[in-house]
């Protein structure tokens, strides 16, 4: 009965290579947002969507693409890694976009530019 | 720009203690404010939340916090921490995002650490 689930769990890959992570909530939300966790646990949001349209992006290299084919899926698709890129990922989702919204975080994927 | 500092990067408690973490934002219009929790090897979940009436608010396991409007703060407390309490502790502010939307500004955590 996972809420947020995210795979793959971990990702270790090569400089340059090109990865995606996918995201799925099965809690009805409405928006959609990706996290990036660095080595210090510095939690800062990347981008958000809201009924599959892009709301929020927040100057996030453009290696960096988000896709949400439906409102239950947004998934992250980065060109050409760099040793930089590497954190965990978290997707989470929210009822809706308000301020007072609870968002529900998925497990995390934890990536590793080699 | 709006700003979330967790003062305490690292705390370490004995069981039985009593917690006080401290959280202050920078932001000067009505805020809803958060404190997430995460477990070793877990995801972040909702500890509790603030978005308008009492300041003090319960959350789950025994903890609480008070929003203080005058000193921008949103502490978090527990009157007696577990070691199951162990974790990492995220204060955070929702914040006006482009577009009009809102975002949540995480602080940069605390890492509590409990001894039996």
């Known amino acids: 009965d996972t809420a947020v689930s995210q795979t793959p769990k971990y990702l270790v890959t090569q400089m340059g290579n090109d990865k995606s992570i996918k995201c799925e909530q099965n809690l009805g939300h409405d928006t959609m947002y990706w996290y990036k966790q660095d080595s210090k646990k510095f939690l800062k949001i990347m981008f958000s969507?809201?009924?599959?349209?892009?709301?929020i992006n927040e100057t996030v290299p453009n290696r960096f693409s988000p896709k949400s084919p439906d409102k239950a899926h947004l998934n992250l698709h980065i060109n050409s890694l760099e040793l930089g890129d590497s954190a965990v990922y978290f997707c989470a989702s929210s009822q809706a976009s308000g301020g007072s919204e609870t968002q529900y975080f998925g497990p995390g994927t934890r990536l590793l530019v080699l | 720009a709006q700003s979330v500092s967790q003062h305490n990067h690292h705390v370490i408690l004995s069981e039985a203690a009593s917690l006080e973490l401290g959280c202050n934002y920078s932001?000067?219009?009505?805020?809803?404010l958060f404190w997430y929790v995460q477990y070793p090897g877990q995801h972040l979940q909702l500890l509790l939340k603030y978005f308008s009436g009492d300041p003090l608010v319960k959350g789950i396991k025994g903890f609480e916090a008070e929003f203080i409007k005058s000193k921008f703060s949103f502490n978090l407390r527990k009157p007696s921490v577990q070691w199951s309490d162990t974790a990492e502790y995220f204060c955070?502010?929702?914040?006006w995002g482009s577009g009009g939307y809102n975002k949540l500004i995480f602080g940069a955590g605390t890492r509590l650490a409990v001894h039996p």
């Open positions: 932001y000067g219009g009505t805020v809803n």
């Open positions: 955070a502010v929702n914040a």
């Open positions: 969507y809201n009924n599959k349209e892009l709301i």
